[in-house]
């Protein structure tokens, strides 16, 4: 299985000073939405996630989990 660590991912975030709104502007959904995703309560799809990376500056592999091993492939 595959999933994203929104741990991490909220801690990048938060570290560059990136806006949840700056988020939900540049992806085309509402803030509410990026709230919930980042928190874990509600699906992140692909497009809200590449936005993220985008905005971070990394590539979409940096928060995705393999099989619940941070960075692991099996």
Do not use: H
Request: charged letters at 30%; glycine letters at 8%.
């Amino acid at each position: 299985m595959v999933q994203i660590n929104m741990l991490r991912l909220r801690r990048a975030l938060r570290e560059s000073k990136i806006k949840q709104k700056d988020v939900a502007e540049k992806s085309g959904v509402s803030v509410w939405v990026v709230n919930r995703v980042l928190k874990g309560e509600r699906s992140c799809e692909v497009e809200l996630y590449a936005v993220m990376c985008r905005l971070l500056g990394v590539g979409m592999e940096t928060f995705i989990e393999w099989e619940g091993s941070p960075g692991r492939r099996n």
